[in-house]
């Protein structure tokens, strides 16, 4: 059973679309992280969301965390060709182990 | 510090040998995981430590798996007879914490191959 579950899997876009995806789960997440990966190297942090119903910009990208803390949304403006990559959302799950899981991915394609 | 680093960047192996990879995390880390991720998909989890301490195991990790922390500082990953099916990157992490969650940082990864 997977934990945090996003949506699209695989979304191919022209430049200056505008594009969301969603990240959500059932559980609820102490904090929610969202990284972004190219190809051969490891996922870099993108922002972190604590609080719920926040939102944090970062230039033309939109990140909104979910007033239960259950679910986040990414949404890009004006997608350009080096937005390309797998964006991923993890969340750190609290209890004893508190430990960082991720979702299933979004694989993004802009092209030029 | 220049962060999480993973050594080797690559392997290639024929199967049923035994593989080792390295990773140093963030010095002032002492929480530090492996994950396990195939093309396109998210990072599975596999195990994590704090410290010195290994936390929890994925059932992912068959017996073939071991991680090592043993100073609480870098940590190993062997792969023991090693499968095809054992073909993916591996990807180390480090944070801080607890209390509270804090972001992971990660290494570039160790991509292997079994042959």
């Not at chain 2, 680093?5 to 392997?11: G, M, T, V």
């Not at chain 2, 073939?64 to 180390?92: H, N, V």
Request: glycine letters at 10%.
């Amino acid at each position: 059973t997977q934990l945090l579950e996003q949506s699209p899997q695989f979304l191919s876009i022209q430049e200056g679309e505008n594009l969301t995806v969603y990240c959500n789960s059932s559980s609820v997440f102490s904090s929610l992280q969202w990284y972004r990966q190219e190809p051969g190297e490891g996922p870099v942090l993108l922002v972190t969301v604590v609080t719920g119903g926040e939102v944090k910009k970062l230039k033309r990208l939109t990140f909104q965390f979910g007033d239960a803390r259950k679910d986040s949304s990414l949404h890009i403006t004006a997608a350009q060709p080096g937005d390309t990559g797998l964006y991923l959302c993890a969340g750190f799950f609290g209890g004893a182990t508190n430990k960082l899981i991720f979702g299933t991915g979004t694989l993004l394609a802009v092209q030029p | 510090d220049t962060g999480v680093s993973q050594d080797p960047r690559h392997k290639i192996t024929k199967r049923g040998q035994n593989v080792t990879f390295r990773c140093d995390p963030i010095s002032e880390h002492n929480r530090l995981y492996w994950y396990r991720q195939t093309l396109g998909q998210g990072p599975e989890f596999l195990t994590y430590f704090q410290n010195e301490a290994q936390l929890e195991k994925s059932r992912l990790l068959s017996d073939r798996f071991s991680a090592e922390r043993p100073k609480g500082s870098f940590s190993t990953l062997e792969i023991q007879r090693t499968e095809q099916g054992d073909s993916a990157m591996y990807l180390c992490a480090s944070s801080l914490g607890p209390p509270g969650s804090t972001e992971a940082f990660f290494g570039q990864g160790t991509r292997l191959t079994v042959v």
